[in-house]
């Protein structure tokens, strides 16, 4: 005979499954800006891998320097997307690349630096789905004013962006493009409460403060490159030491050696948006046959 309890029991234990699988949180995995061909492989070597060890939900990549090292094309977005990306953002260079206009006007998994003119191609801020599809989140980019030039306000700008996303989107992402730590760690606090994760890109030297700031965001004020660290920034350190001694100059090719993913891995309560942990995310990849540059670049290899 059957337990007329039976049933209620199971409905009770599906309502505490749904309640505890809704409040786990969400693994989003943030990258720092990926620097030409040896960037881009060590992505396709390692981020897949990365994905399923972490349970991953989402990873936000800023590509600005993925295309030759400057500049983003819709071919690489679209293998950046085969990797495991799911939302690109941009920075300073985020025009070098003329083709990626078209890009930027298509597709919703990527955002041009918000504080721009309002007539710059591209959208401010998206909205992005989970690997799962059962969130929804927020990304957007902005530039920083000090040492980078005449942009529109920051702090204005992430406010007015912010009032725009849809108020159910709860988890919210923000790549501050920007120089100076002083500014980068001031957007965090302004932020503080306000958005999920706030990790700063542009130096491509990671720092070591990652934390979660007491309003629940996480924050970085540099997560550094995906790209060669046997280098200046990316490039290769004998042209930037013979342009910075001799004052003459010198072709910045991209480097090669000890390419490295950098980023940071928060973790976010998807009800109500606060970030509960983050940690620092640096994954060493191979050197690849070759040069720095491969067709997707439309370069020739060269020395
Ligand atoms: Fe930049
Ligand atoms: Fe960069």
């Known amino acids: 005979m059957v337990n007329p309890v039976f049933p209620f029991i199971i409905a009770h234990d599906l309502r505490v499954a749904r309640k505890r699988w809704v409040r786990m949180a969400l693994n989003i995995l943030c990258i720092g800006d990926v620097v ?35 500049g983003l094309t819709p071919q690489i977005f679209t293998k950046l997307l085969t990797y495991g990306v799911d939302c690109v953002t941009l920075g300073d260079h985020v025009y070098r690349k003329r083709e990626v206009v078209s890009l930027l006007e298509k597709s919703d998994q990527v955002v041009r630096p918000a504080n721009l003119s309002p007539a710059a191609a591209g959208k401010r801020w998206t909205v992005v789905q989970t690997k799962s599809g059962m969130h ?35 988890v919210r992402v923000l790549d501050f493009h920007a ?18 994760v706030v ?32 280098s200046v920034l990316g490039r290769r350190k004998d042209r ?24 940071i891995l928060a973790a976010v309560d998807p009800v109500t948006g606060r970030a509960l942990s983050v940690e620092r995310v640096e994954v060493r990849g191979k050197v690849h046959e070759g040069g720095p540059y491969d067709s997707d670049d439309g370069y020739k290899n060269s020395r």
């Open 36 to 70: 030409g061909r040896p960037g881009r492989d060590v992505l396709a070597d390692h981020l897949q891998e990365f994905i399923a060890a972490r349970s991953v939900d989402l990873v936000v990549c800023n590509a600005e320097n993925a295309a030759g090292g400057s």
């Open 136 to 170: 929804r989140v927020g990304v957007a980019c902005m530039l920083g004013q000090l040492y980078m030039g005449s942009n529109d306000s920051p702090w204005a700008t992430i406010d007015r962006v912010l009032s725009e996303m849809p108020s159910d989107v709860k």
């Open 179 to 196: 120089e100076a730590s002083s500014e980068k760690m001031a957007m965090g606090w302004h932020l503080n409460g306000r958005v999920s």
């Open 199 to 230: 990790f700063g890109t542009h130096t491509h030297t990671p720092t070591a403060d990652a934390r979660v700031l007491d309003g629940g965001t996480a924050h970085i004020s540099d997560v550094g490159m995906t790209g060669p660290y046997d």
């Open 240 to 263: 930037v030491l013979t342009a910075l001694t001799t004052s003459m100059p010198a072709h910045f090719e991209i480097a090669r050696g000890d390419p490295r993913m950098c980023g």
